[in-house]
């Protein structure tokens, strides 16, 4: 199962008891910057996405588009799987219904196929990457040597390799101790 955020559950638990999965509205505790963060997260996941709202129906609006319409936030198959709710399929189409009605889920699919996300890899000259070629190097580098290359306080040096190296790239950071230098960070050679 997948792992969801509290908030996030709470939106997917709310969108599956309303009418079409609607999202909206959210919690109230969710506003502003907070809301479009969390919002994002799940539309990049694949569990929301946006549609047309119907506003003569008084469908709720996430965000208006500029040309006068607006859109909602539905919960998708994907979304409801991840809170052990099962996708509705065409097996159980009431008693009675038209291959037509059974056919129209198929429109979504696209949105709901997996995508295995790109594997990240930093862009050539920049900072990150000058960081990385230093501590590919067969000597490695001290926090000071790097911070000196690449013009970073320290703090900047550390959290550069705990976020974007490890948590992101996932690169395995090792270090030692060395005689005269102090500690050696190394990344294994590529």
């Known amino acids: 199962m997948t792992k969801l955020s509290d908030t996030q559950a709470l939106i997917l638990s709310a969108a599956a008891q309303r009418s079409e999965h609607i999202a909206l509205p959210l919690p109230e505790s969710l506003r502003g910057g907070a809301a479009t963060k969390v919002v994002g997260a799940m539309l990049a996941k694949g569990f929301l996405e946006e549609v047309d709202a119907n506003m003569r129906n008084g469908e709720p609006v996430w965000r208006e588009t500029g040309d ?15 809170i052990g709710i099962e996708p509705e399929d065409a097996d159980t189409a009431p008693a009675g219904a038209t291959d037509a009605q059974t056919e ?52 900047t040096t ?28 190394k990344l294994p050679a590529a």
């Open 158 to 185: 550390r959290g550069a390799m705990a976020g974007a190296l490890k948590k992101k790239l996932g690169l395995e950071v090792t270090s030692e101790k060395v005689e005269g230098r102090g500690r050696v960070y």
């Open 104 to 155: 129209e889920p198929a429109l979504d699919t696209p949105t709901e196929t997996k995508v295995a996300p790109k594997a990240r890899r930093p862009r050539e000259g920049t900072k990150q990457a000058q960081l990385i070629a230093m501590l590919r190097a067969p000597e490695g580098a001290t926090i000071d040597e790097i911070s000196a290359a690449l013009q970073w306080r320290p703090h």
């Open 68 to 82: 006068g319409r607006g859109t909602t936030l539905v919960a998708t198959d994907a979304g409801l799987a991840a």
